[in-house]
């Protein structure tokens, strides 16, 4: 008859070694532990610590937008629409908005100028040539249908509607 052989954990059992390395895991598990809190603790302060700065910076912000906007008025809130103009198409190409809300111009072209331009019986709009990356914004102050063209682009055009 063949001689039985201990399985892997009764011969370790028999070894101080593997209660040291039990001992060992335990006391990772604890300086891990003590770590993950330290490491929670050091990033409640460092946030606690930026409050100040960030509360100061969104006051600016805000007191500075209030400043740039001028007077608030009364009815509904005008908004800022972006429209690229990239690969000599305005995109979208059709916008309902109305009276108050600015377009923003964005040329998204890497070496492309643009140069926008509405020309209408109630008001003309010329943002001149703008570079890749450079921007012109209008603000609708006329209700109606207008064609914003490109100076350079004859095909390129953005027809908005301003109630």
Same mark, same amino acid.
């Given at each position: 008859?063949?001689?039985?052989?201990?399985?892997?954990?009764?011969?370790?059992?028999?070894?101080?070694?593997?209660?040291?390395?039990?001992?060992?895991?335990?006391?990772?598990?604890? &300086? *891990?532990?003590?770590?993950?809190?330290?490491?929670?603790?050091?990033?409640?302060?460092?946030?606690?610590?930026?409050?100040?700065?960030?509360?100061?910076? %969104?006051?600016?912000?805000?007191?500075?937008?209030? &400043?740039?906007? %001028?007077?608030?008025?009364?009815?509904?809130?005008?908004?800022?629409?972006?429209?690229?103009?990239? #690969?000599?198409?305005?995109?979208?190409? *059709?916008? =309902?908005?109305?009276?108050?809300?600015?377009?923003?111009?964005?040329? #998204? *072209?890497?070496?492309?100028?643009?140069?926008? =331009?509405?020309?209408?019986?109630? =008001?003309?709009?010329?943002?001149?040539?703008?570079?890749? %990356?450079?921007?012109?914004?209008?603000?609708?102050?006329?209700? %109606? *249908? =207008?064609?914003?063209?490109?100076?350079?682009?004859?095909?390129?055009?953005?027809?908005?509607?301003?109630?």
């Amino acid at each position: 008859m063949l001689p039985i052989r201990p399985t892997a954990h009764e011969a370790l059992s028999n070894l101080d070694i593997y209660t040291d390395i039990d001992q060992a895991a335990q006391s990772i598990i604890a &300086v *891990d532990t003590i770590t993950n809190a330290v490491l929670a603790q050091v990033v409640s302060v460092s946030i606690y610590n930026l409050r100040v700065p960030l509360l100061r910076c %969104g006051i600016l912000a805000l007191v500075a937008g209030m &400043v740039a906007l %001028g007077p608030a008025q009364a009815g509904l809130s005008s908004v800022i629409r972006i429209v690229l103009q990239k #690969g000599r198409h305005y995109e979208p190409t *059709d916008l =309902f908005l109305h009276r108050g809300d600015t377009i923003t111009l964005v040329n #998204g *072209d890497d070496n492309a100028v643009h140069h926008a =331009f509405i020309e209408a019986d109630q =008001f003309a709009f010329d943002a001149g040539d703008q570079e890749p %990356g450079k921007q012109a914004t209008l603000t609708l102050k006329e209700p %109606g *249908d =207008f064609i914003i063209q490109c100076g350079i682009h004859p095909k390129m055009k953005l027809t908005i509607h301003v109630q």
